[in-house]
Nanobody, 111 residues
């Protein structure tokens, strides 16, 4: 299983980014997907996920600002992040089936 994340970068506070994660080697249509993040000195934490039965879940800090989605034809998952804050600075990781991880993409939000 391979996951290739992209879309990170440097953005000013209040800006937006869209992360993408291309997935191969697994039946993408039927697995749960998720985005996680890890800030310096902190543990990896859930940002948002969609379960295998289609239910979405967001961390409290992501609710209303971030949107997780998937394109089963393109085998790609997305995380749209709006109104970014400096505290959103972290390495963002994609995950499928609660087992497979991408390498991560760095998001830096300047104040």
């Amino acid at each position: 299983v391979q996951l290739q994340a992209s879309g990170g970068g440097l953005v000013q506070a209040g800006g937006s980014l869209r992360l993408s994660c291309k997935v191969s080697g697994i039946n993408f249509r039927i697995v749960g997907i998720g985005w996680y993040r890890q800030a310096p000195g902190r543990q990896r934490e859930l940002v948002a996920r969609i379960s295998s039965d289609g239910n979405s879940e967001y961390a409290a800090y992501a609710e209303g600002r971030f949107t997780i989605s998937r394109d089963n034809v393109r085998r790609t998952m997305y995380l749209q992040m709006n109104n970014l804050k400096p505290e959103d600075t972290a390495v963002y990781y994609c995950n499928v089936a609660s087992a497979h991880w991408g390498r991560g993409t760095l998001v830096t939000v300047s104040s």
